[in-house]
């Protein structure tokens, strides 16, 4: 490679993540988010823990309030599109009503719970109820696919939670991290923006878990989130939505 070549290629790779940034395709690994324009309507799609978030200590909640203090003037708003029990094939049937018919500019699809919980041994040793992890790959797909076709920015966020252990011994963290790394692997092969919950759920609870408690640190019952879950989550959805920087773990 000619030293021209090489000079060339912090400039090649600035102009790279511009175009990047002005499509709201930039992963919170590579650099910091898009920041949050005039009139933005954010949807918050996913399951029961996405619903709780509208209540008054929810994290959506806090995600407005916290969106208010720190752009004031810009008439953002949040719309809660959660419902308890979904799955990624819940969200593509009712994603039409739900979020396209509200004309979103954010999405952020906070979903895989349920895809890995509802999994169920049968009598003749078959598992039902969950959804498999191509369906649960290719249903992610089509629903990025459907906002983008919308003009709306897409941040997805990989499944959290189900047991708050760190020493992967709770009963479904082997499955939950396959159906995680699906989500990062569509979010690099689509382009859109990642937000690793699992991962910031997982870098809290080693500080803050000595005791490998599998719930009472972020959630109330292992899954859905407690007081302090939802404090954090609104913490990570503020970070994702490039208004904050990482909150202090304390």
Not at 110 to 139: Q, R, S
Not at 212 to 217: H, L, P, S, V, Y
């Amino acid at each position: 490679m000619s030293r021209a070549a090489t000079r060339s290629l912090p400039v090649l790779a600035i102009v790279a993540l511009s175009l990047a940034a002005a499509c709201g395709c930039v992963s919170q690994a590579t650099a910091a988010p898009p920041a949050l324009r005039q009139g933005d309507r954010i949807v918050f799609l996913g399951d029961s823990i996405t619903q709780g978030g509208g209540g008054e200590k929810g994290y959506i909640t806090l995600t407005q309030k916290g969106i208010d203090e720190k752009s004031k003037g810009l008439g953002i708003t949040t719309v809660n599109a959660g419902i308890s029990g979904n799955k990624v094939p819940d969200l593509q049937a009712r994603l039409q009503k739900d979020v396209l018919d509200k004309k979103p500019t954010v999405v952020v699809i906070y979903i895989g719970i349920n895809d890995v919980w509802h999994w169920h041994k049968n009598a003749d040793g078959t598992m039902t109820g969950g959804t498999p992890l191509d369906k649960f790959e290719a249903g992610l797909k089509e629903i990025i696919a459907r906002i983008r076709g919308a003009g709306a920015r897409v941040i997805l966020c990989t499944p959290s939670v189900i047991g708050e252990k760190t020493d992967g011994s709770n009963e479904r963290d082997k499955m939950l991290d396959e159906y995680a790394d699906v989500s990062r692997k569509v979010a690099k092969e689509t382009g859109v923006q990642l937000h690793d919950l699992r991962k910031a759920f997982l870098d809290y609870l080693k500080t803050h878990n000595p005791e490998q408690k599998d719930r009472g640190i972020l959630t109330g019952d292992s899954v859905h989130l407690n007081d302090a879950g939802n404090r954090f989550v609104a913490d990570q959805m503020l970070m994702a939505l490039g208004v904050k920087g990482p909150a202090k773990q304390e």
